[in-house]
C-alpha cells in the first residue's frame, strides 16, 4: 500500500526533477516531439509505414528461435562468433573474457541501451578496464556520475550552462568552455583520443539482419562506426528482439527511426556493417607505417535474453519486444516532459515503455515507482513508431502488482463496492478512484450533506493522510437530481416528435451525478436537430477502474454497459457519448475487454457527441438551431485528440457562430484520477500551467474568451487554473431553453 510517506517521498522526488531538471526536459521532449510532427506530415503515409514496420516486427518475434540461428550460421561464415547470454552476468562473463583475450586496458563504447541495462561498464571496471563513452550523452552523464534519463538523449535533463560547469569543473580546461561549439569540439577531442587508444570498440546494434549477418547503427554523431572499425576487436551488444529477416526488412525502420526519434528524414549516420569488417587497421601512433592485417579483427556479437523470451510468451508484455528505443513515447507524454526519465523510468528504461522493458527483465516490482505515471491518454500510441498498444502494458502490469499486494490496513472503507477479481490487493486509494462511480451515486443520493461534509478541513485532512486525495484539490460537487432524473421528468422539444434519427445517449457517472448541465444540452440540442432521443442506464464504462490497474473490475462494466446498449443497437439506435474517454473506451479498450462481435458493433455505432452533432449538420440538419456567437478557446481532451474527433468540435462551434481557436497544449495534467492524487498534485498543476499561459496568454488565446473543455477531468483542472465556468462546447450550441442550461 502506499502510504502517507511513501507519497510524500514520491511527491518530494517529483518537486525536486521539477525544480532541478524540468525546465530542460521540457525545452529538449516537446521540441523533439514538435519536430516529429512536422517530419511526419511532410509527405508520405507513415500510418501506412507504421504498419508496415508492425508487421515485420510480429514476424520477426514469431521467428525468433530460427532468426538466431540464422544469424550465428551466418557471422560465423563471415568470420566472427555470436554469444547467445541467457542474462546480464552471462553477457558480461563473455564480454569481460573477449576483453581478456585482447589483452585490454581500455574499451570504448557508443550508445547502447541494452548495455546500460546489462551494465556492462560496472562489470569492466571492476575487471580493471578502463571505459569510455563516446556519444555526447552518454559522455556527459558518465562524467557527472549519473543515468541517462531518456531512450534517445541520455543528457536530455542537463542544459547547457550545466554541461559547461560541469566540463569547466571537472576537466579544468586551460581556455574555459563558453559556447556550445566549445563543448563539443571539447567532447569529440577528448573521446577521440579514447577511441584512438582503446583495445575493444563495444556498440550497440539498432538492428541485427539475420540473413547477411550484419548490423545497423543508427546515430547522429559517428562515433558508433568509429568505435566500430577502429579497434582490433569490436563487440557489439543487443536484445534478441533487434534481429530482422534480412536487408529487404529495414527501410520503413530507417525511416520511421530517424522521424520517430528526430523528427529526421533520416539519421545522420545509417552505418550497415557485416564485420569483420574487410578495412585494415591504422596504428595511430605512427599513421606513416604499414597497415596493420584485416585478418587481425575479431568480431563478436552478443545477443542477450535477459527476460525476452520469456516475453515473448507473455500475451500482453510480448509487444514490448518491437519496440525500436526512439524515445517518442517518452517526448509525447506530458508527465514526462515536466520530469523527465528520472522519475518516470526504472533502473534502465524510461518513458511510456520503460514499465514493459522494466517488468520483463527485472519483475514487476520494479515498475511500482514510475507505472502511475502513464494515464492513459494514449498518445504515446499514436507516435510509436510500430504501434505498441503502451497504456495497455502499463495497466496489465499495474493490474498484476495489485493481484499481488497486500492489502493496506484502511482497505476496509472501500472494500466490496465492485466485484473486483481480487479486491483485497488493490491499494486503498486505486480502488476509491477506481470506484468513482458507486461513490458519485451515493454522493449524489445524500446531497447537498455529502457535500457539505467532503468541503470540511478534517475529512480533507483524513482523505488527505489515508485515501491519498491532496486536499489542494477541490473535490467534484454532487447534484441531488440526476441526469436520468431530469431526462424522465422533462417535456421533450416539440421537434423531437419529428425525428430523422434515433439516438440513445450513454450518461457517464459525472454527466449523471456532477455535471448534468452537459448531459441536458446534449439531449436538448440533439432533439433541436430532429434526433428522437432515449436515455441509457448509468452503468460505468470501466474507465475509472481500468486507469486504476482494476482490469477484471473494468471488464464486468464493459460488460454491463454492452448489454444495456444491445437493445438500442437491436433497435437501430445510434449511441452517442459526452465524455472522451469513455469513446475511447468503447473503441479501443473494448476490443481487450469484450469478444469481437459486441466490440466491433459497438465501436461502429458509438459517437462523440459534437462528432454526432457534425454528422447531423453535414446530412441537412438545420444549424440555424444551435446557438452561437461568442468567443471560446477551447481545450481538447487527450483521447479526443488521438481519436481525431477534436476538429469536430471546432467545426461545429464554428457552424453555430462561434469564433473559436484552440490550444495546442495536449494535456491539462489532470488525466482522470491523476491530478487528485496527493504525491502527483503538484506535477498535474505543472502540466496544467502550459495550458494556463498559452489560455492566458498574448498569443490570441486570452482570457476574454469563454474557456471550454470536452472532457470532465479538464474541466476540474481548468477551474483550478482560474478559468470561469468551464462548460461543455455542447453546452455552447444548445437551443435557449430554461432546463438544458
Known amino acids: ?38 517530419a511526419n506530415a511532410a509527405g508520405g503515409d507513415i500510418d501506412a509505414l507504421r504498419s508496415e514496420a508492425r508487421a515485420i516486427k510480429e514476424e520477426a518475434i514469431e521467428r525468433l528461435p530460427e532468426l538466431v540461428e540464422r544469424v550465428r550460421e551466418r557471422v560465423a561464415a563471415n568470420g566472427g562468433r555470436v554469444y547467445v547470454a541467457d542474462d546480464a552476468a552471462d553477457a558480461n562473463d563473455y564480454i569481460e573474457r573477449v576483453c581478456a583475450d585482447a589483452d585490454a586496458d581500455s574499451v570504448v563504447k557508443s550508445k547502447s541501451m541494452t548495455t546500460e541495462e546489462i551494465g556492462v561498464n560496472d562489470a569492466l571496471e571492476a575487471a580493471g578496464i578502463d571505459v569510455h563513452e563516446t556519444d555526447l550523452g552518454e559522455f556527459v552523464v558518465q562524467v557527472a556520475d549519473e543515468s541517462p534519463s531518456h531512450l534517445v538523449g ?124 574487410d578495412s585494415p587497421t591504422i596504428d595511430f601512433d605512427a599513421p606513416d607505417e604499414p597497415l596493420g592485417d584485416a585478418d587481425d579483427r575479431t568480431f563478436h ?12 510468451e507473455d500475451d500482453d508484455l510480448r509487444e514490448t519486444l518491437y519496440c525500436i528505443r526512439c524515445g517518442a513515447c517518452g517526448n509525447s507524454c506530458a508527465n514526462f516532459q515536466h520530469v523527465g526519465g528520472h522519475a518516470f523510468g526504472g533502473e534502465t528504461y524510461t518513458g511510456g515503455i520503460a514499465t514493459g522493458w522494466e517488468a520483463g527483465i527485472r519483475g514487476e516490482a520494479a515498475t511500482d515507482d514510475f507505472n502511475d505515471l502513464c494515464t492513459g491518454c494514449s498518445r504515446c500510441v499514436d507516435a510509436c513508431p510500430v504501434e505498441i498498444d503502451i497504456p495497455w502494458i502499463n495497466t496489465v502490469v499495474r493490474d498484476r502488482r495489485n493481484r499481488g499486494h497486500d492489502p493496506g490496513t484502511f482497505d476496509h472503507l472501500v472494500e466490496g463496492l465492485t466485484p473486483d477479481d481480487d479486491p483485497g490487493g488493490v491499494d486503498v486509494q486505486k480502488r476509491l478512484f477506481g470506484n468513482f462511480g458507486t461513490l458519485a451515486r451515493l454522493g449524489s443520493a445524500s446531497a447537498p450533506l455529502s457535500n457539505w461534509l467532503a468541503d470540511r478541513a478534517p475529512v480533507r485532512a483524513a482523505m488527505d493522510r489515508w485515501l491519498g486525495v491532496d486536499r489542494r484539490r477541490d473535490l467534484p460537487s454532487f447534484e441531488r437530481e440526476t441526469l436520468r432524473d431530469w431526462f424522465a421528468a422533462r417535456d421533450p422539444l416539440p421537434s423531437a416528435g419529428r425525428a430523422d434519427r434515433d439516438a440513445v445517449l450513454y450518461p457517464d457517472a459525472y454527466t449523471n451525478y456532477v455535471l448534468t448541465g452537459r448531459g441536458k444540452a446534449a439531449v436538448r440540442t440533439l432533439e433541436a436537430l430532429g434526433v428522437d432521443v432515449t ?34 443497437l437491436d433497435a437501430g439506435r445510434d449511441v452517442v457519448v459526452v465524455e472522451p474517454s469513455d469513446i475511447a473506451m468503447f473503441r479501443n479498450e473494448y476490443a481487450r475487454l469484450l469478444d469481437d462481435a459486441t466490440h466491433e458493433r459497438l465501436a461502429a455505432n458509438s459517437y462523440e ?22 468567443d471560446v478557446a477551447y481545450h481538447g481532451h487527450c483521447q479526443q485528440r488521438t481519436l481525431g474527433l477534436a476538429g469536430y468540435t471546432e467545426a461545429v462551434l464554428r457552424r453555430a457562430g462561434h469564433d473559436v481557436v484552440t490550444s495546442d497544449v495536449e494535456c491539462c495534467g489532470m488525466a482522470g484520477s491523476f491530478g487528485y492524487k496527493s504525491e502527483y498534485y503538484e506535477l498535474s498543476m505543472d502540466v496544467g500551467a502550459d495550458l494556463r499561459e498559452q489560455f492566458a496568454g498574448d498569443d490570441g488565446r486570452g482570457t476574454d474568451r469563454r474557456v471550454a473543455a470536452s472532457g470532465a477531468s479538464c474541466h476540474e483542472q481548468l477551474l483550478a487554473l482560474a478559468f470561469d465556468g468551464v462548460p461543455h462546447p455542447i453546452e455552447l450550441v444548445v437551443p435557449d431553453t430554461p432546463d438544458a442550461r
Open 154 to 277: 541520455p543528457a536530455i535533463h542537463k542544459s547547457r550552462a550545466e554541461i559547461t560547469a560541469l566540463f569547466n569543473d571537472v576537466f579544468d580546461p586551460d581556455v574555459p568552455l563558453e559556447t556550445a561549439e566549445d563543448l563539443t569540439r571539447f567532447a569529440r577531442d577528448h573521446v577521440g583520443e579514447r577511441i584512438e587508444r582503446a583495445d575493444v570498440g563495444v556498440t550497440g546494434a539498432n538492428f541485427v539482419l539475420a540473413e547477411s549477418g550484419s548490423i545497423a547503427l543508427v546515430t547522429n554523431e559517428g562515433n558508433a562506426r568509429k568505435c566500430a572499425v577502429t579497434p582490433d576487436t569490436h563487440v557489439a551488444v543487443a536484445g534478441v528482439e533487434k534481429l530482422l529477416p534480412s536487408a529487404a526488412d529495414l527501410p520503413p525502420f530507417a525511416e520511421l527511426i530517424a522521424k520517430a526519434a528526430g523528427g529526421q528524414d533520416v539519421a545522420t549516420y545509417l552505418s550497415l556493417l557485416t564485420p569483420p569488417v
Open 535 to 568: 436515455l441509457a442506464p448509468c452503468h460505468e464504462s470501466g474507465r475509472a477502474p481500468l486507469s486504476q490497474g482494476m482490469i477484471e473490475t473494468a471488464r464486468t462494466q464493459a460488460e454491463r454497459v454492452s448489454d444495456a446498449l444491445a437493445p438500442a
Open 301 to 312: 556479437l552478443v545477443l542477450v535474453d535477459n527476460g525476452r523470451l520469456d516475453m515473448r
Open 1 to 38: 500500500m502506499r502510504d502517507e510517506s511513501t507519497r510524500a517521498a514520491t511527491a518530494a522526488h517529483i518537486r525536486d526533477l521539477l525544480e532541478t531538471e524540468g525546465d530542460a526536459v521540457h525545452k529538449n521532449t516537446t521540441h523533439l516531439n514538435r519536430v516529429r510532427y512536422e
Open 609 to 630: 457527441s459534437m462528432e454526432y452533432v457534425y454528422g447531423l449538420l453535414e446530412n441537412g440538419a438545420d444549424a440555424d438551431a444551435l446557438t452561437g456567437g461568442g
